[in-house]
């Protein structure tokens, strides 16, 4: 048996399962607490001697082996230049506006293995009337819809229809372009303010609207090489502000890791009739997927449609997930790359994740910044491997306080034999922070799914 062939022999039956590779210093961009938790795990590979985070904030500015670079991660010319001064071996695009400048474009013209799709294929997030037209082809499950680019002709349109209805800006919004309006009143607000008052600038100037799903929302995330996928995660997020699902959408007010009702047979159904179809449509329209893809899904009585695509690994549910990951991170990365994901096992810890994230005063709309966080340190040693705080929007202060710095500030994540006691953990953590106006959601996987 040749040497390559009994190598993923041994990868299949479990006995090998991590790949070594030459992989010694990774470049992660983004300043999140996504791009936080992947510095992180990323800094537990053996072989890993130097993690750079550009632009990083102020929890990745303390992790061993992790530099932060005060590079902005849409300045694509910086960062293949700095790239290649610092001879990057592998780059982890966090941000979807990142990957809309087309920075794997960038940085593959210049040799440098990157991790996440090209301009075009991240057009399944970039734009939704492109990811509604897509799916259309492919028939791929999802929300009937109509879009629009002029305010009258969408009222006309609403007169129509049953609600509610789902009003959605068709670019990027940080989250927050989405509207689900129960009356005629609300959803000619959502209008006016994207097409007219233009809240959302370029992102809505075309805008879709869509049948209301009913049913449990997921969001599944897989592995591409390009050719197939590989299962990697299930989640639940909390997009409203407020307990009991109230108040405005944001970019994610917590998580929990995984999902119980997502079975074997579901989860083989959401891999055939939605994955491999987006995998392989993609591949035949001459843009191939490479990277992490991330579906949000309605679980319906039909069966499960496509709410949105993400064009990598979503936030807050990386925290939680990567707390149960147990699998070499920067060796699927390299798998993807190398076509060999689907050889490579990915081994988890059984137990449950939740991360609860905190956040500025007046978040997603107007609040103010500059405050200094109090209890950063107070994580006991003990529990130190069952929680840990992830930053998100803060900075590191001359004098080495930590300031907030976003909306979204911090996400204290933590691990438990059940979701009730991985959210105890989380939230007797949450006690022991504060700084002025901080506000985050109680009820966060109060009632798993």
């Known amino acids: 048996m040749h040497w390559k062939n009994y190598f993923i022999y041994l990868l299949a039956l479990g006995i090998i399962t991590t790949i070594q590779s030459n992989v010694t210093r990774v470049l992660i961009v983004g300043r999140g607490g996504r791009e936080h938790a992947l510095a992180w795990k990323v800094a537990q590979s053996p072989q890993i001697t130097h993690v750079y985070v550009a632009p990083g904030n102020g929890g990745t500015a303390q992790e061993k082996k992790v530099h ?53 294929a991240a057009q399944l997030e970039t734009s939704k009337k492109f990811a509604k037209l897509f799916m259309q082809r492919h028939n791929i499950p999802t929300a009937s819809w109509k879009s629009f680019n002029n305010a009258t002709e969408a009222r006309k349109y609403i007169q129509t229809q049953k609600f509610p209805l789902v009003i959605k800006a068709d670019g990027l919004a940080a989250g927050k372009g989405v509207t689900i309006a129960y009356t005629q009143q609300e959803a000619e607000y959502a209008i006016d303010d994207m097409l007219i008052k233009q809240i959302f600038g370029n992102a809505g100037t075309t805008i879709l609207i869509e049948e209301f799903l009913e049913g449990t929302e997921v969001s599944f995330i897989v592995l591409s090489d390009g050719d197939s996928a590989t299962f990697f995660a299930t989640a639940q997020d909390y997009k409203k502000r407020d307990d009991g699902n109230q108040g405005p959408n944001t970019g994610g007010m917590g998580a929990y890791s995984p999902v119980s009702f997502v079975t074997p047979d579901l989860q083989n159904t959401i891999m055939k009739q939605i994955i491999q179809p987006t995998i392989d449509g993609m591949r035949q329209e001459g843009n191939p997927y490479v990277g992490f893809l991330y579906a949000g899904l309605m679980i319906t009585r039909e069966g499960p449609k496509v709410i949105e695509f993400n064009a990598r690994l979503g936030d807050p549910e990386t925290q939680p997930i990567l707390m ?109 922070v504060s700084w002025q106006d901080m506000q985050y959601r109680t009820d966060i996987g109060l009632h798993p799914e």
């Open 324 to 432: 149960r990951l147990e699998s070499d991170f920067v060796a699927l990365c390299t798998a993807m790359l190398d076509k060999s994901i689907a050889q490579l096992p990915i081994k988890w810890d059984n137990r449950p994740a939740l991360g609860v994230v905190l956040v500025s005063g007046g978040y997603p709309s107007y609040y103010q910044t500059g405050y200094p966080i109090s209890g950063l340190q107070e994580v006991p040693q003990k529990i130190a491997n069952l929680c840990k705080i992830f930053h998100a929007g803060t900075q590191r202060h001359v004098n080495n306080n930590v300031l907030t710095d976003g909306g979204r500030v911090l996400c204290v994540t933590a691990l438990g034999s059940t979701i009730q006691t991985a959210r105890e953990k989380a939230y007797e953590q949450i006690k022991k």
């Open 68 to 120: 932060n670079c005060a590079i902005c991660e849409t300045d694509v010319q910086s960062l293949v230049q700095f790239a290649q001064e610092k001879n990057i071996d592998l780059a982890i695009i966090g941000p979807e506006t990142a990957l809309a400048c087309g920075i794997i474009d960038a940085f593959q013209k210049h040799g440098i293995r990157c991790v996440g799709p090209t301009q075009k």
